[in-house]
């Protein structure tokens, strides 16, 4: 048999299907027809577990909700971004002219121009930004790329710290080896894999506990900590709440989540999803068969569980996070937490 016809390793501890639990459903017109099963955990302000379903000790390749750790990676290495250019290192944005002109002033700042981004070239993700560069004869660019701003960031790094730029992707690249460092600190864990994410850059696998854990110490570093870790966390956390609109896209749903119920939101690809309450209330959310609204909503469910989000406020947000099933293009049911 060929390599590439091999069955892939499993890596470290990597969870077993058996032991998932159901996070989510969907219902159309008023017959089950999805179960979301995976993983999860809620921690309280203070750190402390408050409970888990599944196997939150596993790893994971968190995807895109390392975005804030590699933010204070690159802000620790020198990058100077103002509050809303943080936020856009952060991102999965949707590619419109309000983020392209935040990313493009990034890599201005650090004397450099979007020929510079290593992510592959892609369209925007929101219909209007992509109809219009249709319309004018545009085609994909790296700088449409929902991961653009994360890499701006990095390059802006590199740009202030004297490291190449033409290789900031690669996992041995000074940058990478420091973002490493930093997911480590803040997750309380060694990274025992590396893997390749969409964009190209490096994804560390972590446990869900451990994510869980680093978005906890964003959520409550202090500016004004002694620590500059925790001040370039606290930053970036800030920035984040501060804009949430750049994170994701009017109308999106991290985006909503974030406007509508006082917290912050970031979902990775694959079916993972972060939030943390106001109060510091954190959960990570796995779903196994990689749906990442089925995680967005069991997120919101488990901070409904340990009171940190009001119910009725819950479900008003989920209303505006891309939770209703159609049917013949009108509302026939929904997708809801079942934890």
Known sequence: MSDSLRAPRLVGGTFEASAAVEL???DRSGFLENRHVGSAVVLSPDGERMFSLGSPDAEILARSTLKPFQAVASIGAGARLD??????????????????????????DAGLDETALRCPPALPADRASRD????????????????????AGMLAACAASGWTTADYTDQRHPLQQHVRDVIER????????????????????????GLARGIQRLATAS?????????????VHRSAREHPWAISGHGRPDTVLMETLDCYAKAG?????????????????KVLDGSVPAARVAAVGLLVKAGAVDAAAASAALDGADTTILGGGAPVGRLRPVV
């Open 24 to 26: 989510a459903v969907a």
């Open 83 to 108: 509050g809303v250019q943080t936020a856009l290192a952060t991102a999965s944005h949707a590619g419109t002219a309000e983020h392209l002109e935040v990313v493009r002033r990034i890599l201005a």
């Open 132 to 151: 219009e560069v249709l319309r004018s004869g545009g085609a994909p660019a790296s700088i449409y790329m929902e991961c653009s701003g994360k890499h």
């Open 186 to 209: 803040l997750t309380g864990e060694k990274v025992s894999h590396v893997a390749v994410d969409g964009c190209g850059a490096p994804v560390f696998a972590v446990t869900l506990a």
């Open 223 to 235: 500016e004004q900590s002694p620590f500059a870790l925790f001040r370039n966390a606290a930053w």
């Open 269 to 285: 690809a694959d079916g993972v999803m972060t939030m943390a309450a106001s109060d510091g209330t954190t959960v990570a959310v």
